[in-house]
C-alpha cells in the first residue's frame, strides 16, 4: 500500500478482555516499530522489529502485552486481560532501513479505550 | 538518562505571524535529530531530518535549526497559516539501538484567524 496502515482506528474494550492490534507496514520496509501514546504526551517506545526478528522489546510495559511480524511483514499487537491504564493510541512506524538513521513513517494508529 | 525536553508546552499565534519551537535533548551517542508534525487523530508526518554535521534544513515555511554543541534545535515557521495548527514533536535518535529514539512531548500550536 502507499502508507503505514493500521486497523482498528478505534477499538474499546471491557476490562479484562482480549485484544489483537494490526499494522499493516509499507511493502518492503525492514524495520516496523509500536509505539503507545497517552493523550498530550510524545509517543513511547513498545518493541522493534527487523523483518521478522524482535530485536527489542523493552518497552512492552507487563508481560500482557505481545508482539509478532511471523513473515516480516504485517505487526499484531496484543494485549491480555486489558486495564484501563492500557487506554492511549497505539501507533506503528516502517522504515526502510535501520532503526536510527533512516525515515520512519507512521500510521494513523489505533485509539484503545478500555472501560 | 537520554530526554528530550521541548518548549512552550503549547502557543497560539495569529494567522501570518512566525513562531519558533525549542528543543534540549540529552540524548547519546547522537545519531539525528527529527521534527514530526502531528494533526489530531493523525499519526506524525516527518518534517526534517538532521544529522551531527547539519546546522540549518528546510521544508517549505518550516526550517530547522541544530547545535549538536548545545544539544538545542528549533524549528521556525514563517508566515503561519491555519492548517499549521498541530503538536510538533521533537525526535532524537541514538547509534545503536532502536529503544533509543526518544519522543518529546511535544508542542501544541494553534493558529488563530
Known sequence: GAGVSQSPRYKVAKRGQDVALRCDPISGHVSLFWYQQALGQGPEFLTYFQNEAQLDKSGLPSDRFFAERPEGSVSTLKIQRTQQEDSAVYLCASSLGRAWNTEAFFGQGTRLTVV | ?113
Not at chain 2, 514530526?36 to 506524525?44: A, V
Not at chain 2, 548545545?70 to 492548517?83: D, E, G, N, P, V
Open chain 2, 1 to 113: 538518562k537520554n530526554q528530550v525536553e521541548q518548549s512552550p508546552q503549547s502557543l497560539i499565534i495569529l494567522e501570518g505571524k512566525n513562531c519558533t519551537l525549542q528543543c534540549n535533548y540529552t540524548v547519546s551517542p547522537f545519531s539525528n535529530l527529527r521534527w514530526y508534525k502531528q494533526d489530531t487523530g493523525r499519526g506524525p508526518v516527518s518534517l526534517t531530518i538532521m544529522t551531527f554535521s547539519e546546522n540549518t534544513k528546510s521544508n517549505g515555511r518550516y526550517t530547522a535549526t541544530l547545535d549538536a554543541d548545545t544539544k538545542q534545535s528549533s524549528l521556525h515557521i514563517t508566515a503561519s497559516q491555519l492548517s499549521d495548527s498541530a503538536s510538533y514533536i521533537c525526535v532524537v535518535s541514538a547509534y545503536s539501538s532502536a529503544s533509543k529514539i526518544i519522543f518529546g512531548s511535544g508542542t501544541r500550536l494553534s493558529i488563530r484567524p
